[in-house]
Nanobody, 127 residues
Framework: QVQLVESGGGLVQAGGSLRLSCAAS????????MAWFRQAPGKEREFVAH????????NYADSVKGRFTISRDNAKNTVYLQMNSLRPEDTAVYYC????????????????????WGQGTQVTVSS
């Protein structure tokens, strides 16, 4: 059974940084494409970033490009989201997601693409 556990959320001032982690209990973590999504109150869950199984390719939402960095450590079964220059509009619950195999094209951005989800971690950015 796949379990994803996020950590690292919290309260930060605008302009600050946070690093989210997602620990995966997956036997073959390197076989899974990983992603981060977020959901703000009253809004739909939206794509933030994606990383391929090897970590060689990453994709970002336009709203976070240049500020956020997704990475993974396959030896530690962990995916990270480094968030810099945070803005109040980044306030949301952040979710880690996984899918076995390749994720590509427009399916990268869809919530239905991913089979496994964590419980989420709250990120609050104050102005």
């Amino acid at each position: 059974q796949v379990q994803l556990v996020e950590s690292g959320g919290g309260l930060v001032q605008a302009g600050g940084s946070l690093r989210l982690s997602c620990a995966a209990s997956i036997h073959t973590f390197s076989a899974y494409a990983m992603a981060w999504f977020r959901q703000a109150p009253g809004k739909e869950r939206e794509f933030v970033a994606h990383i391929t199984r090897s970590g060689g390719i990453t994709n970002y939402a336009d709203s976070v490009k240049g500020r956020f960095t997704i990475s993974r450590d396959n030896a530690k079964n962990t995916v990270y989201l480094q968030m810099n220059s945070l803005r109040p509009e980044d306030t949301a619950v952040y979710y880690c997601a996984a899918r076995l195999g390749i994720v590509q094209g427009t399916s990268t951005y869809g919530t239905t693409t991913y089979n496994y989800w964590g419980q989420g971690t709250q990120v609050t950015v104050s102005s």
